[in-house]
Every structure is written in C-alpha cells, then in structure tokens.
C-alpha cells in the first residue's frame, strides 16, 4: 500500500515527506493552495489575511512574522512545515486550537495578533508518521466527507507528513491498479507498507531463507518503482519475539541492502520499543510510535513524560537511526493531550516543559476571556496523575471492568494491553480536576458554551462513574464468597452496580460525542438509500458487532468496548442484570456457579443484540437528551 499525499476531491491536502506539490488541475505553481484551502475552510473570516511563501533550505522549517495590514506571512521550506507554521501561529498568538472532536479556531481574535520578532520553527525529525492500520476499522470505519476533511485538516495542522492512507489506496485497487495510481498521485513519496508476519510466523526461521524473502519483497518494488522505501510495522518484532531472535531480526531486514531502502515503525515505543535490542533495527530508518490504545478504548491515561523525553533520548543515542515520531493508537477521538504533546515534540529538540504545556493546551482548548485558574489547576491535576503513568504492568488506555462480560473473577487489577489496574487514586484525580472544572464554570459562565469543555466534564463525569463501578462490584464479590450470605444480600449488593449504569447512560446522553447512535447512523448511512434496507441493516450489524461481540460468537468478545450512551443502557446493564439475577438465583437454590452456563447466556444475548434495529426499541433515539449540567451535578453529588 502507498503512502500517498493526502488528495480529497477538488481541494489537495499536500502533506508529503519530501515537500513536493501535486500536479493538479487549479493548483498554484508553489503547491501551497492546499494551506491557503486550509485557511478558507476553518477561518474563512481571514480566508485572506495569511500569506504562504515557499523558501529555501532544508528539512521542515517555517518562519512566521508580521507584514502591512495586519497581515501574517508564513515561510517554509515544505508544505507540511507551512501548515506547521500555520498551527504553531493559531496556537502560540491566536491562542486557538483544533482537536479531534472539534475546533475552535474560527475564534482567533480580529485583528490577527502580531507576532512582533519572528519566529521560526523546525522539526528535529524528518518523518511524522500518522495512523495504525487498524484505526481505518475501529475510528474512521463509517467516516463520511465532512469528518475525512476535518481529519485531514488536523493532519495537516499538527505537522503530520507520512499518513497512512489505506482509503484513497483501496479506492484506486477499483482502477487498474499500478498504472492508474501512478497516474492518479504520481510518485509522491515512494513509500510502500507492506508487512508479511503481523501475527504470523514465516514459513522457516532459516536465516537464509529469511533474507531472501525480504530481498525479492525489496526488489520487486523497486523494480516497480526504482525509488521504492519499504515501510513494515515492527509489531512482530515484539508480539512474537520468541521466534524473532537477534539473528533472524537482522537476517530480515539485510535482506533490504539499500540502507535508506526501509522505515520500520517501532509501533509501541512507549511502553515495549524494540529499537534498543535490535540495535536501532540494525541501521534502518524508524520511527518513534505510541500505540497507547488497543480498539479505541476510552480510559484516562498515559505517561507525558515518557512520550516527550523518550523520543529524544532515542534520537540522540549513539548509532541512531530514528528520522521520524508518530501515533500509532488503534482507535483515537480521546486522551488528546497525550497526542498532541507527542506531535508537538516532533518540533522541539528538548523535552517539551509538561506544566507550561498543559497551562498553554488548556487556554487554547476553551478560548473565553479571563480562563478561570482552576481549569489550568484542573489539568494540572491531571497532568501529574492519569497523564503520569509509571506503571509497567498497566501501559495502555484502562478498560472499564464494566465494558467486559461479566464474571465473578478475572475482571479487576489485569494488566497488559487492555488493563483493567486503575494505577491512580480516583479521589487525589478525577474527582478533584472534575471539581475545579465546575468551579471554572462558576467563575466564567462562558465555558458552558465551549464543546470541548462540555466534552471534557462528561468525559471526567464517565470515568469517575467507571470507577466507582470497580468499587461496588468488588463489594457484590465479596458478600457472594461470603458462606453467610443470602439472595437477598446478592440483590442488595447488586443495585448500586445498575444503578451506576443508569446514571452513566443518562449521563453520555447529554452529549454528541459518546453516543451510539452516531456510529450506528454513520454505518447505515453508507447504504445511501432508505430503498437499500438489507444492506444499512448489515452494516448496522457490522458496526452493533465490532464493539461488542468482534466475531459471530464472540471471538474477540468486547476487545473494541465503548462507553456509549445507548451501548450502556441496552447492552451492558442488561448484561449485568443478568449476571446479577444469575447469582442471586444460584445463592437462593444452592447451586454451584457454571461460568460455562452463564456465558453462554451473555453471548446468546449479545447475538440477538447485534442483530437488532436502532430506533426500534424503547427510548432508542438518534439525539441527545437531557441537560449536561443538570446530570453532571446528581452525579458529583452522588459519586464524588
């Protein structure tokens, strides 16, 4: 697959590595129309107040200063640094910024504010790689225009120049394949993915053997294309590494001669890299990922501090052949900050200062006038405890016991890539962060009004609910081990966990962003005619099953779980009011718990579930209902 420069209908998004423009019908002789397109669709009120100027030089550099007019003009010396710049303008002196569920950069003051000394910028890596290949299912599975564009807008802006672009490739697969798409794109970058053992293991282990099939897998791109690189996952390097010794690693990649010929994406550096003992992958090109999310799970966490010194400490190591940073999470649309200040580092050659940072990230994701503190003390807050993970047994976004199937051990304290381990203390964390975020709000009233601030109370609101629900179900586990315990004890104990899922439905149903409706339309509405029934019910069906049971019987059960108004009210409470009854039923006539039993009952049920018709059931609407204030507040009263 073709890494290609980012091409959406009549507008160019020229995001490329070597900085070269497409030759397109309309485009202007610098290749910069798709910056200056840019401008015109997020702040069309100064659609003509930025002036963008190609310049010499090498690398990815900018320069930003003040014309006549109250103009301001960007130089670059490639158009992903244009767009750089541009972002590092809004932010820094507009103080605005864009984040993956909205932006607020049509807020920018007018007049622009001047820059005064000119600034100037550069990345300290060549490559800022964007996309894991499974985000194209668990993300952007049903994602139409308006959300490609915004997403592409925010590529763009945050200085992303090697995206993954599996949509626009598959779309030329329907053409003639290798002459079309040289036809259509041109040889824009001359990246190839292409990854032969992503969870499966080579024919033989011979070292020979190993080399020849990376050799001919090289030579027929470059027989393809003579300027072929190779991008490959390092994945397999980790999730195999009994098979993947020092030796076969290095017969792998010398198969590929050409030293320049290869980019191997360390994919979860932040947590397992595996360019220290494959001795910065023997020479070739990497970058430096985080992974940081298996299946778009949503929990509060990651480690600013290793996202930004890890980075440089591996660039500067002896022998390094890292060129690029990039995000590698399998589901995104959460824990921005954590993003963000990765992205951002690409463009700084010292760890990035986390409290500045954060303070600087929070005033640009509200943008009202005199920003109360306690919305920067709530980041803060949260800076130094869900966004400081040290833990090595816990080294992804935390799982929602929740979220999974129901059972009377196994649930809570598992680590891994889907860790249940709250490693921080709800009480010192959410509960105080959500607090000062309410008292900003008593203070300034205009935060009622921002999206992102209403998204990131329900956002805080959810996770304190997630946790409470740990507490209450290791409460209901206890008195069922009791030998003294009744029926009725098992139903007493049980309410306060039902409870909390009712309130966490109400809750994400007051806002856009965590409701299940929204996926569920985005899938029917590929069926693009109400004629078209049967095909928006499979895709229904296909968008019901991923986030539930990923496999007709639940192959990988739960694996890409959400916290979804709707998904919580229709599925996991009436999964845990079945456990529930389940145990109480077992206590009242003697009988022995049959794990066996009782999941075969939560897959029945999750069978039937997917196979059903949003809309049809009780309550199933498309919109949001409810006062975000209101439910928050019974909330915080009530859990915190």
Not at 145 to 166: C, E, I, R, Y
Not at 362 to 370: D, G, I, L, Q, S
Not at 511 to 532: G, H, M, V
């Amino acid at each position: 697959m073709k890494v290609l420069s980012l091409v959406l209908s009549a507008f160019v998004y020229t995001v490329v590595s070597d900085g070269l423009s497409i030759s397109r019908r309309g485009a202007s002789a610098d290749g910069l129309d798709g910056v200056r397109n840019l401008v015109k669709r997020k702040i069309p009120s100064h659609a003509d107040s930025f002036i963008f100027e190609k310049a010499n030089g090498t690398g990815d550099a900018f320069t930003i200063s003040d014309i006549k007019k109250r103009a301001i003009k960007v130089q670059c010396t490639t158009i992903s640094a244009c767009s750089r710049g541009l972002y590092t303008y809004l932010t820094q002196y507009g103080g605005v910024d864009i984040s993956w569920t909205g932006s607020n950069l049509h807020l920018i003051p007018s007049p622009l504010p001047q820059v005064g000394k000119s600034l100037k910028g550069e990345s300290i890596v060549p490559y800022r790689y964007h996309f894991n290949t499974v985000t194209f299912s668990y993300t952007t599975a049903f994602y139409h225009f308006d959300q490609w564009s915004d997403l592409l807008d925010w590529m763009a802006l945050k200085g992303t120049n090697l995206p993954l672009s599996w949509v626009g490739y598959e779309y030329i697969l329907l053409q003639v394949f290798r002459e079309k798409q040289k036809q259509a794109y041109g040889d824009v970058s001359h990246i190839y993915t292409l990854d032969q053992y992503n969870e499966n293991e080579p024919f033989s282990g011979d070292l020979d053997y190993l080399r020849n099939i990376s050799s001919n897998t090289f030579n027929s791109l470059r027989a393809a294309d003579p300027k072929a690189i190779w991008m490959a996952q390092g994945w397999l390097f980790f999730s195999d590494s009994a098979f993947w010794n020092l030796d076969r690693i290095s017969a792998y990649l010398g198969g590929v001669t050409d030293p320049d010929g290869m980019i191997i994406l360390d994919l979860y550096s932040e947590a397992q890299p595996q360019w220290q003992r494959t001795q910065s992958y023997f020479g070739k090109t990497w970058i430096w990922c985080e992974l940081h999310d298996y299946g778009g799970n949503q929990g509060f966490e990651g480690n600013l501090i290793n996202v930004t010194a890890a980075p440089i400490a591996a660039l500067s190591s002896p022998g390094s052949s890292m060129k690029g940073i990039g995000l590698t999470m399998e589901g995104q649309e959460g824990n921005d900050i954590d993003y963000d200040i990765l992205l951002d580092q690409a463009w700084s050659s010292t760890p990035i200062d986390i409290p500045s940072y954060i303070a600087s990230w929070v005033a640009r994701r509200y943008v009202v006038k005199n920003l109360p503190s306690e919305a920067k003390q709530a980041w803060a807050v949260l800076g130094a405890t869900v966004y400081n993970n040290s833990d090595t047994n816990s080294q992804a976004t935390v799982k929602s016991i929740l979220e999974l199937a129901p059972a009377i051990s196994g649930l809570t304290g598992q680590g891994g890539h889907h860790p249940t381990k709250i490693f921080y203390d709800t009480n010192s964390s959410i509960v105080p962060a959500l607090n000062l975020l309410l008292q900003a709000s008593n203070k300034n009233p205009l935060l009622l009004n921002s999206p992102e601030f209403a998204h990131d109370v329900v956002d805080l609101g959810r996770q304190l609910l997630a946790n409470r629900f740990v507490d209450v179900y290791n409460i209901l586990i206890t008195i069922y081990n009791s030998p003294n315990s009744t029926s009725p004890d098992i139903t007493s104990a049980s309410k306060p966990l039902l409870t909390i899922l009712s309130d966490l439905d109400d809750l994400l149903y007051t806002n856009k962003d965590f409701l299940l409706s929204t996926w569920i339309k985005q899938a029917r509405d590929w069926a693009q005619s109400p004629k078209n029934a049967t095909y928006a019910a499979y895709l229904e069906y296909n968008a019901r099953n991923q986030i539930t049971l990923w496999g007709p019987t639940g192959q990988i059960n739960d694996y890409a779980s959400k916290q979804w108004a709707g998904l919580v009210g229709t599925y996991y409470l009436p999964r845990w009011q079945l456990f529930t009854t389940y145990l109480a039923d077992i206590k009242k006539n003697g009988t022995a718990y049959n794990a066996t039993a009782i999941s075969g009952q939560m897959l029945k049920f999750g069978g039937e579930w997917d196979l059903r018709i949003w809309g049809q059931g009780k309550g199933e609407g498309w919109d949001t209902k409810g006062s975000t204030w209101k439910v928050l507040g019974d909330v915080v009263k009530k859990y915190a």
